[in-house]
Nanobody
Framework: VQLQASGGGLVQAGGSLRLSCAASGRTIRLYNMHWFRQASGKEREFVAT????????DYTDSVKGRFTISRDNAKNMVYLQMNSLKPEDTALYYC??????????WGQGTQVTVSS
């Protein structure tokens, strides 16, 4: 599966962005889907997961209550709604598929920059 994230940009602290992840090559219907991010000079970190059924989600503690992951299997899309953004959310955001420990389909990512 090939994935392409989009929707990033420059936003002030407290603002919102909605990231999209478009899948191609095969359906994501049976994949768990994830968002990861990598800030400059830091390792890539897990942000959010949505199970293949769409019924269960998980988030890293720093984004709980602010970010929401969702999916539309019919459109082969995954989304990340990000509210109350903070400067520490600044990073390159990627979507990925499959096993969270060894996901696939990274793509190029989309840059999110939050100004203070």
């Amino acid at each position: 599966v090939q994935l392409q994230a989009s929707g990033g940009g420059l936003v002030q602290a407290g603002g919102s962005l909605r990231l999209s992840c478009a899948a191609s090559g095969r359906t994501i219907r049976l994949y768990n889907m994830h968002w990861f991010r990598q800030a400059s000079g830091k390792e890539r970190e897990f942000v959010a997961t949505i199970m293949w059924s769409g019924g269960s989600t998980d988030y890293t503690d720093s984004v709980k209550g602010r970010f929401t992951i969702s999916r539309d299997n019919a459109k082969n899309m995954v989304y990340l709604q990000m509210n109350s953004l903070k400067p520490e959310d600044t990073a390159l955001y990627y979507c990925a598929a499959g096993n969270r420990a060894t996901p696939v389909g990274w793509g190029q990512g989309t840059q999110v920059t939050v100004s203070s």
